[in-house]
Nanobody
Framework: QVQLVESGGGLVQAGDSLRLSCAAS????????MAWFRRAPGKEREFVAG????????QYADSVKGRFTISRDNAKNTMYVQMNSLKLEDTAVYYC????????????????WGQGTQVTVSS
């Protein structure tokens, strides 16, 4: 089992920055590809960004490319996403997820999920 705990969410203004963290425990963190997903009010959960086990490969949703940066520190068992130039439409609950295959946008591939952290962007 892998336990994932997100932190760093909050209320910010449009244009601000925020960094989310996902702390993992239970198994060897570096064995898992990781990703961030989000669920906006009234919408389906969607892929945001993913990172490979070693961190050498990343993937982003078109809506966040150039604004969000995903990273991981395997020594600290933690994944991050730096979110810059936040927009109103970035308001969502953000979830981190883990799976032992490669980076993928498919939610069904991820078998471990955190509880989520709320990010609210105001005008």
């Amino acid at each position: 089992q892998v336990q994932l705990v997100e932190s760093g969410g909050g209320l910010v203004q449009a244009g601000d920055s925020l960094r989310l963290s996902c702390a993992a425990s239970g198994r060897t963190f570096s064995d898992y590809a990781m990703a961030w997903f989000r669920r906006a009010p009234g919408k389906e959960r969607e892929f945001v960004a993913g990172i490979s086990q070693g961190g050498g490969r990343t993937q982003y949703a078109d809506s966040v490319k150039g604004r969000f940066t995903i990273s991981r520190d395997n020594a600290k068992n933690t994944m991050y996403v730096q979110m810059n130039s936040l927009k109103l439409e970035d308001t969502a609950v953000y979830y981190c997820a883990a799976q032992q295959w490669g980076v993928t946008t498919s939610q069904r591939a991820y078998n471990y999920w955190g509880q989520g952290t709320q990010v609210t962007v105001s005008s």
